[in-house]
């Protein structure tokens, strides 16, 4: 098994940044891609972005793109969301995802076997 342990989050005033942690513990031996989602209250959860094992490919969704940075230190074995220009409508949870199905990243949420237990970012007007 993994496990995943988000840290980082917390209250932000709008255009201050944040930075998220991700650190998988278990059986993390093989290649994986990560990921960020999130999940505002009353809404689905959204891909956010995501990263290869290599680190040399990510993806982002569009309402993020230009203002967060995924990266990741297979060393540490953590990834991190590197979060900049935040808007209040950036509140939410936001929670770490890995997936043993490809090295590469993945926007699909069903596609990730392991969750972590998420981190609220607030964001003030």
């Known amino acids: 098994q993994v496990q995943l342990v988000e840290s980082g989050g917390g209250l932000v005033q709008a255009g201050g940044s944040l930075r998220l942690s991700c650190t998988a513990s278990g059986r993390t031996s093989s290649s994986y891609a990560m990921g960020w989602f999130r999940q505002a209250p009353g809404k689905e959860r959204e891909f956010v972005a995501a990263?290869?094992?290599?680190?040399?490919?990510?993806d982002y969704a569009d309402s993020v793109k230009g203002r967060f940075t995924i990266s990741r230190d297979n060393a540490k074995n953590t990834v991190y969301l590197q979060m900049n220009g935040l808007k209040p409508e950036d509140t939410a949870v936001y929670y770490c995802?890995?997936?043993?199905?490809?090295?590469?990243?993945?926007?699909?949420?069903?596609?990730?076997?392991?969750w972590g237990q998420g981190t609220q970012v607030t964001v003030s007007s």
């Open positions: 995802a890995l997936s043993r199905l490809t090295p590469e990243p993945l926007r699909r949420r069903g596609l990730y076997g392991y």
């Open positions: 990263i290869s094992w290599s680190g040399g490919n990510t």
